[in-house]
């Protein structure tokens, strides 16, 4: 997302001409949107496996209400940008109920599972838009935003040694099969 926030519009650009500049803007907006959906779907296939299926749907009727409501007013302050930022919010408020709901009833440590990663994104993001508002070059922000940001997984220890070492197979089996 945040690659796509600093590197967005000109990528675009350069492939489809600048006539697209505002969709390649819109690009790293629409990165951000993975966040609440991979986490709300994630939880919702725990809901869907165990064969619960009320909580998912009032969720989602939930996330759509409020998606609905948010929709027409986002859009009259901040344009096109604001129909992204109203999904964002529809998605974040189903995916938080469905994750409030489940650390209620299981043994969930949201600590480890969202608040430190949510902190490492909000300190890259903070450093990013600092730099932006200081009209600094993407090609200065985005390794200083990346800097931080893996600084913060690493002091809190989100990512743990099971899955760097599940994450370094992926890896070798990828580049093995690459050079292959």
């Known amino acids: 997302g945040i690659a796509g926030l600093g590197a967005g519009g000109w990528l675009v650009e350069i492939f489809f001409g600048n006539k697209f500049h505002e969709a390649g803007y819109l690009l790293g907006v629409v990165l951000w949107l993975l966040i609440p959906m991979m986490c709300g779907n ?56 469905l994750i409030g709901v489940f650390a209620m009833s299981d043994a969930l440590n949201l600590r480890r599972i969202l608040l430190y990663p949510f902190s490492a994104v909000v300190a890259g993001l903070g450093v990013y838009y600092i730099l932006d508002f200081l009209n600094t070059s993407a090609w200065i922000s985005l390794p200083v935003c990346y800097a931080v940001f893996f600084s913060f997984i690493f002091i809190f220890d989100t990512v743990t040694p099971s899955e760097r070492s599940v994450l370094a197979g992926m890896i070798r089996r990828k580049f093995i099969s690459f050079r292959n």
């Open 42 to 97: 994630a939880i919702w296939s725990v809901y869907m496996a165990r064969g619960k299926y009320i909580l998912p749907m009032i969720s989602a009727a939930a996330g759509a209400v409020i998606f609905t409501a948010v929709f027409p007013w986002m859009v009259n302050k901040i344009g096109t940008t604001g129909a992204v930022v109203s999904a964002g919010i529809g998605m974040s408020c189903s995916a938080s109920i």
